[in-house]
């Protein structure tokens, strides 16, 4: 499980970014708490094991985060594209 990855290498490579998102970088410990603190809220929104997600946001680190939170609990995430505009 990704989860069990990332708890794993929060340990390892506490100097090390998990994830390089433009200028912006967040370590492996600190988006494990991000993770785990999503995987929490959805627990208190009644996610259970099995279900699944829709998750309608920009392409980043907080779409990856939620999704790795539901994985976290034993849940799915599907991404849901929104719509396109005209220029």
């Given at each position: 499980?990704?989860?069990?990855?990332?708890?794993?290498?929060?340990?390892?490579?506490?100097?090390?970014?998990?994830?390089?998102?433009?200028?912006?970088?967040?370590?492996?410990?600190?988006?494990?708490?991000?993770?785990?603190?999503?995987?929490?809220?959805?627990?208190?929104?009644?996610?259970?094991?099995?279900?699944?997600?829709?998750?309608?946001?920009?392409?980043?680190?907080?779409?990856?985060?939620?999704?790795?939170?539901?994985?976290a609990?034993g849940?799915?995430?599907?991404?849901?594209?929104?719509?396109?505009?005209?220029?």
């Open positions: 499980r990704l989860h069990e990855y990332l708890v794993r290498s929060s340990r390892e490579h506490t100097e090390h970014a998990a994830v390089v998102f433009g200028e912006r970088r967040i370590g492996y410990p600190k988006y494990r708490g991000q993770v785990e603190r999503a995987a929490r809220a959805f627990l208190c929104l009644g996610l259970r094991p099995g279900e699944r997600v829709a998750l309608l946001l920009p392409n980043g680190p907080s779409r990856q985060k939620m999704a790795l939170g539901c994985g609990e849940a799915g995430a599907s991404r849901c594209e929104g719509a396109k505009t005209r220029a």
